[in-house]
C-alpha cells in the first residue's frame, strides 16, 4: 500500500515553493509514496486587509490519515497557524519534519544561510575592495532575517570595517515595487553612487537592475549588485547575478529522504540537519563579464511566459463568463463541466474542483454577506474533474477522501490542494496531480481567487434576481384583492395573451362587475366594501384555472385571461356566481354580495387587440350589468 505525505506550506514565494517540492518529488519517485502539498497565498483586499483565509486549507488535513508531514515552516508568517498546525501534528505522533524553524519533537533541517552569506560579503570587500553597502533587508521571517543581517555585521566587523557606514533598508512584502522606489533615490545622485548593493532576495535584486537601466546606472561598472536565493532566472538576467544558492531543493530531498528512512525502518527519532548554502560568482559583482548562450536566449523565455500569461489571462476571462453567462444554478453546474472538459491547459490533464456539499444551497443564498465559515464540512462534491484530459463523472466524496478516487494511481503522485474562497468565507478547493508548476508566477492563487470571486457574484447575481422578482411580484399584485393589478395587466397579462395566439389558442376572457358597489359603500361603509372586493378575488382566484390571470381592473371590476389549452367549455360565470352565493351565506351580510359577468373568446386567427379584447367584453358585461340592474 501507497504511503503518503502531507506537505503543508504557504507559496507566497512561488520559485521556492515549486523547488521545495520538485526536491520531494526527486526523493519519493519510485518509492511508492505520493505528496499531499496544502499550500496558499496571503493577499491583499482592495480595503488594505491582509486576507489569511487560504490557510483554512490546513483544516483539510487530518494527520492521521497521513504516514508523514513536512511543514515548510518558514514559509507561513503567522505565528498562530504554525502554533496551531504543530499541535495537531504532535498529536496525530506521526513522524515530521520542520523546515527552517525548529519544533520540539519533530526533525529539524535548516540551510546554514550564515556560511554563504558571510563568504559573499567577505568576497565584495576582499577581492572588489567593497568598504560601504547598501543592505535591502526584508522582512520575511526572524529566521532568514537574522541570519542574513549577522553575517554581514560580522563579515565588515572581521574586515575592521565600520557598519555604521553602511546603509540598511526595511522591505516589506512588496518586494520589487519598495526595491525599485528606493534604488531610485539612490541612483538619483550620479556623485554620491554606493558602492555595492546587497538584496536578501533575488527579487529585490531584479528591482534594483530595473532603477538601474531606468537611471542609466551601470551595473556592475559603477554599482555593484550581490543577492541571495539562485533563482532559476538569475543566471540568465543580463548581468547574471551573484548570488548565494539556497539549496532549497536538496533541502525538500533531504526532508522526504527522511520520513522514508522512518517508514522503511519503522522507527523515527528527530534529528538536525544543516544544509550549506554556497555563493554563485557571476556577473552583477564584477567578476565575470561574457554573456553566457542562456541569457542571450532569455529574451525567448520572456516573449515565451508573455504568451502564456496572456493566455491565462484569457482563460480566466472566459471563465468568468461561464458565470456570468449561467441563468442558474443548474445551468452553471453544467457549463463550467462543458468548459473544464474543453479548455483545461492551464490546469493541466488530471485535476478535480470540489465544493463543499451545500455549493447549491450556497449559490442561491439570498443573504447580503455569507457568514464567516473556514470549514470544508463532511462531504465533497466534485463538480468537475478531469483524468487524463477526460471528463469524468461527477461525485460526492468524503471529507477525508480528499481527492476522487479515479485521480488515484499505482505510480508516485504529487497532490496540490489550493483553497477555494471568497473573503472569509471557504467554497471548497482545487487539486491537480502532477503539476505543481501551476503555482508558477501565483497561477494557482489567481485561479482559485478568481474561482471564489465568481462564485460570489454569481451568488450576487442570482440574490438580485431573486430580490427584482419579488418586488415585482409586489409591485404588480393588488395589496387588497391579491388578484394582479394594472402593472401585472401590462407585464404579464398582455404578454399571454399575445402568446395564445402565437400558440394557436383561443383566448378566453371574463369581466366581473360588483353589483351595488356605491350601495354598499354608501350605506354601509368601506370596510364592507373592501370586504366585498376581497370575497369576489377570492371567488375568481379559487375557480379559474392556475396558469389563468385574475386582474383588479379597476375599484370594483376584475378581469380573467385565460386560453383554450386546457379549457372544455367551462361556464366559469355560473361557477363564480355560485362561489359567492356559498361564501356569502356564512357571512350573514346585510346587503347581497352579487356581480355581473361578461365572457368573449378571441380566436388566434383574429386580428383584434387585446385592448380591443377587453373593449368588447367589457361591452358584453356592461349588457348583462343593464338586466340586473331592471330586476333589482
Request: hydrophobic share 35%; glycine share 2%.
Given at each position: 500500500?501507497?504511503?503518503?505525505?502531507?506537505?503543508?506550506?504557504?507559496?507566497?514565494?512561488?520559485?521556492?515553493?515549486?523547488?521545495?517540492?520538485?526536491?520531494?518529488?526527486?526523493?519519493?519517485?519510485?518509492?511508492?509514496?505520493?505528496?499531499?502539498?496544502?499550500?496558499?497565498?496571503?493577499?491583499?483586499?482592495?480595503?488594505?486587509?491582509?486576507?489569511?483565509?487560504?490557510?483554512?486549507?490546513?483544516?483539510?488535513?487530518?494527520?492521521?490519515?497521513?504516514?508523514?508531514?513536512?511543514?515548510?515552516?518558514?514559509?507561513?508568517?503567522?505565528?498562530?497557524?504554525?502554533?496551531?498546525?504543530?499541535?495537531?501534528?504532535?498529536?496525530?505522533?506521526?513522524?515530521?519534519?520542520?523546515?527552517?524553524?525548529?519544533?520540539?519533537?519533530?526533525?529539524?533541517?535548516?540551510?546554514?544561510?550564515?556560511?554563504?552569506?558571510?563568504?559573499?560579503?567577505?568576497?565584495?570587500?576582499?577581492?572588489?575592495?567593497?568598504?560601504?553597502?547598501?543592505?535591502?533587508?526584508?522582512?520575511?521571517?526572524?529566521?532568514?532575517?537574522?541570519?542574513?543581517?549577522?553575517?554581514?555585521?560580522?563579515?565588515?566587523?572581521?574586515?575592521?570595517?565600520?557598519?555604521?557606514?553602511?546603509?540598511?533598508?526595511?522591505?516589506?512584502?512588496?518586494?520589487?515595487?519598495?526595491?525599485?522606489?528606493?534604488?531610485?533615490?539612490?541612483?538619483?545622485?550620479?556623485?554620491?553612487?554606493?558602492?555595492?548593493?546587497?538584496?536578501?532576495?533575488?527579487?529585490?535584486?531584479?528591482?534594483?537592475?530595473?532603477?538601474?537601466?531606468?537611471?542609466?546606472?551601470?551595473?556592475?561598472?559603477?554599482?555593484?549588485?550581490?543577492?541571495?536565493?539562485?533563482?532559476?532566472?538569475?543566471?540568465?538576467?543580463?548581468?547574471?547575478?551573484?548570488?548565494?544558492?539556497?539549496?532549497?531543493?536538496?533541502?525538500?530531498?533531504?526532508?522526504?529522504?527522511?520520513?522514508?528512512?522512518?517508514?522503511?525502518?519503522?522507527?523515527?527519532?528527530?534529528?538536525?540537519?544543516?544544509?550549506?548554502?554556497?555563493?554563485?560568482?557571476?556577473?552583477?559583482?564584477?567578476?565575470?563579464?561574457?554573456?553566457?548562450?542562456?541569457?542571450?536566449?532569455?529574451?525567448?523565455?520572456?516573449?515565451?511566459?508573455?504568451?502564456?500569461?496572456?493566455?491565462?489571462?484569457?482563460?480566466?476571462?472566459?471563465?468568468?463568463?461561464?458565470?456570468?453567462?449561467?441563468?442558474?444554478?443548474?445551468?452553471?453546474?453544467?457549463?463550467?463541466?462543458?468548459?473544464?472538459?474543453?479548455?483545461?491547459?492551464?490546469?493541466?490533464?488530471?485535476?478535480?474542483?470540489?465544493?463543499?456539499?451545500?455549493?447549491?444551497?450556497?449559490?442561491?443564498?439570498?443573504?447580503?454577506?455569507?457568514?464567516?465559515?473556514?470549514?470544508?464540512?463532511?462531504?465533497?462534491?466534485?463538480?468537475?474533474?478531469?483524468?487524463?484530459?477526460?471528463?469524468?463523472?461527477?461525485?460526492?466524496?468524503?471529507?477525508?477522501?480528499?481527492?476522487?478516487?479515479?485521480?488515484?494511481?499505482?505510480?508516485?503522485?504529487?497532490?496540490?490542494?489550493?483553497?477555494?474562497?471568497?473573503?472569509?468565507?471557504?467554497?471548497?478547493?482545487?487539486?491537480?496531480?502532477?503539476?505543481?508548476?501551476?503555482?508558477?508566477?501565483?497561477?494557482?492563487?489567481?485561479?482559485?481567487?478568481?474561482?471564489?470571486?465568481?462564485?460570489?457574484?454569481?451568488?450576487q447575481k442570482n440574490m438580485y434576481k431573486q430580490m427584482s422578482q419579488q418586488f415585482f411580484r409586489l409591485s404588480s399584485k393588488d395589496a387588497l384583492s391579491g388578484l394582479l393589478n394594472r402593472i401585472g395587466l401590462e407585464k404579464l397579462a398582455k404578454p399571454y395573451f399575445e402568446e395564445n395566439k402565437l400558440n394557436g389558442y383561443n383566448s378566453i376572457l371574463y369581466f366581473v362587475d360588483i353589483n351595488s358597489m356605491k350601495v354598499i359603500n354608501d350605506k354601509f361603509g368601506h370596510l364592507h366594501g373592501d370586504l366585498t372586493v376581497k370575497t369576489i378575488a377570492e371567488s375568481i382566484s379559487s375557480v379559474i384555472p392556475k396558469n389563468w390571470y385574475g386582474i383588479r381592473y379597476g375599484g370594483d371590476e376584475f378581469l380573467i385571461v385565460g386560453n383554450s389549452?386546457?379549457?372544455?367549455?367551462?361556464?366559469?360565470?355560473?361557477?363564480?356566481?355560485?362561489?359567492?352565493?356559498?361564501?356569502?351565506?356564512?357571512?350573514?351580510?346585510?346587503?347581497?354580495?352579487?356581480?355581473?359577468?361578461?365572457?368573449?373568446?378571441?380566436?388566434?386567427?383574429?386580428?383584434?387587440?387585446?385592448?380591443?379584447?377587453?373593449?368588447?367584453?367589457?361591452?358584453?358585461?356592461?349588457?348583462?350589468?343593464?338586466?340586473?340592474?331592471?330586476?333589482?
Open positions: 500500500m501507497k504511503k503518503r505525505i502531507a506537505v503543508i506550506s504557504a507559496s507566497d514565494n512561488e520559485i521556492e515553493f515549486i523547488t521545495y517540492i520538485k526536491g520531494m518529488e526527486k526523493a519519493t519517485e519510485n518509492k511508492n509514496v505520493d505528496l499531499y502539498v496544502f499550500t496558499c497565498n496571503r493577499f491583499e483586499e482592495n480595503s488594505g486587509y491582509i486576507n489569511t483565509t487560504g490557510y483554512s486549507i490546513f483544516n483539510l488535513v487530518d494527520y492521521k490519515n497521513f504516514d508523514g508531514i513536512i511543514i515548510i515552516t518558514d514559509s507561513i508568517e503567522d505565528k498562530g497557524i504554525i502554533l496551531k498546525e504543530y499541535e495537531k501534528i504532535l498529536k496525530s505522533g506521526k513522524p515530521a519534519v520542520s523546515i527552517n524553524i525548529k519544533l520540539e519533537k519533530l526533525d529539524y533541517i535548516y540551510n546554514n544561510i550564515y556560511d554563504g552569506f558571510y563568504d559573499l560579503v567577505t568576497h565584495m570587500i576582499k577581492v572588489h575592495n567593497i568598504t560601504e553597502f547598501v543592505f535591502f533587508m526584508n522582512l520575511k521571517t526572524s529566521f532568514e532575517k537574522d541570519q542574513k543581517y549577522n553575517a554581514f555585521a560580522k563579515a565588515l566587523e572581521d574586515n575592521k570595517l565600520d557598519i555604521k557606514n553602511s546603509q540598511i533598508i526595511i522591505t516589506t512584502n512588496d518586494f520589487f515595487e519598495m526595491g525599485y522606489t528606493k534604488s531610485k533615490e539612490l541612483f538619483a545622485n550620479k556623485d554620491a553612487l554606493p558602492q555595492a548593493i546587497i538584496c536578501s532576495t533575488d527579487s529585490i535584486a531584479y528591482a534594483v537592475l530595473k532603477a538601474a537601466e531606468d537611471s542609466n546606472v551601470e551595473i556592475p561598472e559603477e554599482v555593484k549588485l550581490i543577492s541571495y536565493d539562485d533563482l532559476p532566472s538569475s543566471k540568465q538576467i543580463i548581468p547574471s547575478l551573484t548570488t548565494v544558492n539556497s539549496k532549497t531543493m536538496q533541502m525538500g530531498y533531504e526532508a522526504a529522504k527522511r520520513l522514508i528512512k522512518c517508514f522503511e525502518e519503522k522507527t523515527f527519532s528527530p534529528k538536525e540537519n544543516k544544509i550549506n548554502t554556497t555563493p554563485i560568482i557571476r556577473q552583477s559583482c564584477g567578476c565575470k563579464s561574457k554573456f553566457t548562450l542562456n541569457q542571450k536566449k532569455s529574451s525567448v523565455s520572456f516573449i515565451s511566459k508573455t504568451i502564456q500569461s496572456i493566455e491565462f489571462s484569457e482563460h480566466l476571462q472566459n471563465l468568468e463568463d461561464v458565470f456570468l453567462n449561467s441563468s442558474d444554478v443548474f445551468t452553471l453546474l453544467v457549463n463550467l463541466e462543458f468548459f473544464f472538459n474543453k479548455s483545461h491547459s492551464q490546469e493541466g490533464a488530471n485535476f478535480s474542483i470540489l465544493l463543499k456539499s451545500d455549493c447549491t444551497s450556497i449559490l442561491i443564498n439570498s443573504e447580503e454577506e455569507l457568514e464567516d465559515n473556514y470549514s470544508f464540512g463532511n462531504q465533497l462534491q466534485a463538480i468537475t474533474t478531469i483524468r487524463e484530459n477526460k471528463k469524468m463523472f461527477k461525485e460526492i466524496i468524503e471529507k477525508e477522501q480528499m481527492i476522487p478516487q479515479c485521480l488515484i494511481s499505482d505510480k508516485s503522485d504529487t497532490f496540490l490542494f489550493f483553497p477555494i474562497f471568497n473573503h472569509n468565507y471557504v467554497h471548497g478547493y482545487f487539486v491537480n496531480k502532477n503539476n505543481i508548476d501551476f503555482v508558477s508566477n501565483v497561477k494557482c492563487s489567481y485561479f482559485t481567487r478568481s474561482f471564489g470571486t465568481n462564485i460570489e457574484r454569481f451568488r389549452k386546457n379549457y372544455k367549455n367551462e361556464d366559469y360565470a355560473t361557477l363564480i356566481h355560485e362561489n359567492i352565493r356559498k361564501r356569502t351565506e356564512k357571512m350573514q351580510l346585510p346587503y347581497t354580495m352579487s356581480v355581473s359577468i361578461g365572457a368573449y373568446a378571441v380566436p388566434p386567427t383574429s386580428s383584434e387587440t387585446f385592448e380591443q379584447a377587453i373593449i368588447k367584453v367589457d361591452e358584453i358585461m356592461y349588457a348583462l350589468k343593464q338586466e340586473y340592474h331592471k330586476t333589482h
